[in-house]
Nanobody
Framework: QVQLVESGGGLVQPGGSLRLSCTAS????????MGWYRQAPGKQRELVAL???????NYADSVKGRFTISRDNAENTVYLQMNSLKPEDTAVYYC?????????WGQGTQVTVSS
């Protein structure tokens, strides 16, 4: 089973950019569907973006055109490039690895968009 560690969160002004990284330990990273989720205070955790082992992607409507998910299987890492950030993007962002019945979450990284 993989273990996941996120990094790259922080405080950014509206309109700014951040890139989140999620690095996996363990084997067979390329066989996992990787996803980024977020949870704002008082709200349920929601899907932000997914990337399949073959590279196909899916995005929440709220981030389409602003966020890009990518993966580097050689580095066991998935990225989330976030541009044109809005205050409503403020949340804890979590990485998830999915394969069959296996679901593994990272510890989360805080993203705060504020002036």
């Amino acid at each position: 089973q993989v273990q996941l560690v996120e990094s790259g969160g922080g405080l950014v002004q509206p309109g700014g950019s951040l890139r989140l990284s999620c690095t996996a330990s363990g084997s067979a990273f390329s066989t996992y569907v990787m996803g980024w989720y977020r949870q704002a205070p008082g709200k349920q955790r929601e899907l932000v973006a997914l990337i399949a082992s073959g590279g196909s992607t899916n995005y929440a409507d709220s981030v389409k055109g602003r966020f890009t998910i990518s993966r580097d299987n050689a580095e066991n890492t998935v990225y989330l490039q976030m541009n044109s950030l809005k205050p409503e993007d403020t949340a804890v962002y979590y990485c998830k690895a999915h394969r069959g019945f296996e679901n593994v979450w990272g510890q989360g990284t805080q993203v705060t968009v504020s002036s």
